[in-house]
């Protein structure tokens, strides 16, 4: 059938059910992922395959590292997409299994909205930073579903620490499936969120590529600063003299 992302329109006319149950399939594999003391360090909708549109497993685990591994790898950048990617990533390329939760959150996003992320401006520099400096997050419309909003955001929370685990996430997205009251309240939203046009920035391409940390980019931009201050500096000095 393809990835998620390229099924993600015929996923959101789907009952809210047969949602819940692919996401459980998707945080069902992370778990299992995390259980090896892996952190897959790519997760995004576009290496997510599906079975059915309501069963998919987790592919492309070439960038996968070992969690000892990962704590001690330093590296000037990172490899990936960058609405997907959490900010303690992209800020200084620290990589935990709170990072591929990070990702996971993003897909939920995606499922509930049925279209792929967007923050209306391009995958560059500017969002990196508002993401890492100004907490910027997917637009979401209004409170509800309550239940799965809160989940979601939990997900992308900016502290690693905050982020419900893979078997969190398994365990609440089971109960949802049997829970009348939640049910209901996602079948009530789709009327808001169908309703409701989130507009898109037309240009960006979604694929994993090489991204300098954030950290690094300030760096340089502070240093290119220094070095036009100087020289401006030295103009005046050799104008007056």
């Given at each position: 059938?393809?990835?998620?992302?390229?099924?993600?329109?015929?996923?959101?006319?789907?009952?809210?059910?047969?949602?819940?149950?692919?996401?459980?399939?998707?945080?069902?594999?992370?778990?299992?992922?995390?259980?090896?003391?892996?952190?897959?360090?790519?997760?995004?909708?576009?290496?997510?395959?599906?079975?059915?549109?309501?069963?998919?497993?987790?592919?492309?685990l070439?960038?996968?590292?070992?969690?000892?591994?990962?704590?001690?790898t330093?590296?000037?950048?990172?490899?990936?997409?960058?609405?997907?990617?959490?900010?303690?990533?992209?800020?200084?390329?620290?990589?935990?299994?709170?990072?591929?939760i990070?990702?996971?959150g993003?897909?939920?996003?995606?499922?509930?909205?049925?279209k792929?992320?967007?923050?209306?401006?391009?995958?560059?520099?500017?969002l990196?930073?508002?993401?890492?400096s100004?907490?910027?997050?997917?637009?979401?419309?209004?409170?509800?579903?309550?239940?799965?909003?809160?989940?979601?955001?939990?997900?992308?929370?900016?502290?690693?620490?905050?982020?419900?685990?893979?078997?969190?996430?398994?365990?609440?997205?089971?109960e949802?499936?049997?829970?009348g009251?939640?049910?209901?309240e996602?079948?009530?939203?789709?009327?808001?969120?169908?309703?409701?046009?989130?507009?898109?920035?037309?240009?960006?391409?979604?694929?994993?590529?090489?991204?300098?940390?954030?950290?690094?980019?300030?760096?340089?931009?502070?240093?290119i600063?220094?070095?036009?201050?100087k020289?401006?500096?030295?103009?005046?000095?050799?104008?007056?003299?």
């Open positions: 059938m393809g990835s998620l992302r390229s099924n993600l329109h015929s996923v959101a006319h789907q009952d809210w059910k047969s949602k819940l149950t692919l996401l459980h399939c998707i945080s069902s594999d992370l778990k299992i992922i995390h259980s090896q003391e892996l952190i897959h360090r790519d997760l995004h909708s576009g290496n997510i395959l599906l079975n059915s549109l309501h069963s998919a497993y987790i592919a492309d070439g960038l996968s590292i070992s969690t000892s591994i990962a704590l001690k330093k590296r000037h950048g990172i490899y990936g997409i960058i609405p997907y990617i959490a900010l303690e990533t992209l800020d200084r390329g620290q990589y935990t299994t709170a990072s591929d990070y990702s996971f993003i897909i939920m996003w995606e499922i509930l909205y049925g792929s992320v967007s923050y209306n401006q391009e995958f560059g520099i500017r990196q930073i508002e993401i890492c100004n907490d910027l997050r997917p637009t979401v419309i209004g409170n509800n579903p309550q239940s799965y909003l809160s989940l979601m955001k939990k997900c992308w929370e900016k502290k690693p620490e905050n982020r419900p685990s893979a078997i969190e996430i398994c365990e609440t997205l089971n949802w499936q049997n829970d009251n939640v049910l209901l996602l079948v009530k939203s789709e009327e808001i969120i169908n309703s409701t046009y989130l507009q898109a920035y037309p240009n960006n391409i979604y694929k994993s590529k090489f991204i300098e940390h954030t950290t690094t980019i300030l760096h340089q931009g502070s240093f600063i220094f070095l036009l201050n020289f401006y500096l030295i103009l005046i000095i050799s104008y007056n003299i």
